[in-house]
């Protein structure tokens, strides 16, 4: 068995447990904070059988988007100074996935 832990963007989280619960995974959904931008994202955990690690990526893939995302990080030069916003582009990808080897899976 497999654990997959996808990072998918909020915006993108309810139509991917929309389509992974009609294939009839079991998903788990998290509330994260990614720790660059510091804002919201979703965290998905997904336990299969490895014949359908590739099902799960594809259906992620077809609900991910590439977004560019204007934030601004706040700069300070000196103790004291006033915070100085800044806007910053960032590209954020449609998820991050990583999939994990299960040594026991057990319901009770
Ligand atoms: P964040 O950490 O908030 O990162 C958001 C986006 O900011 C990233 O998009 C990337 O484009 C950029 N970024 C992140 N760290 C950076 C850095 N040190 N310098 C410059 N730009 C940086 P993604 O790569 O698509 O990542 C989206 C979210 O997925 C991340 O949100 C984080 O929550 C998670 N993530 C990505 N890679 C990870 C990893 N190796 N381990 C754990 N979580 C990861």
Do not use: C, W
């Amino acid at each position: 068995m497999k654990l997959i832990v996808a990072i998918v963007q909020d915006q993108d989280a309810p139509s991917l447990l929309d389509d992974l619960t009609e294939q009839d995974y079991r998903v788990t959904k998290l509330a994260s904070t990614g720790g660059f931008l510091k804002s919201g994202n979703t965290t998905l955990l997904i336990g299969v059988e490895e014949a359908q690690v590739e099902e799960v990526i594809k259906t992620i893939e077809e609900n991910g988007k590439t977004r560019e995302i204007t934030t601004s990080l706040m700069t300070v030069t000196m103790p004291g100074d006033t915070y100085v916003p800044y806007p910053l582009v960032v590209k954020v990808g449609g998820a991050t996935v990583f999939v994990l080897d299960v040594e026991k899976h057990i319901r009770i």
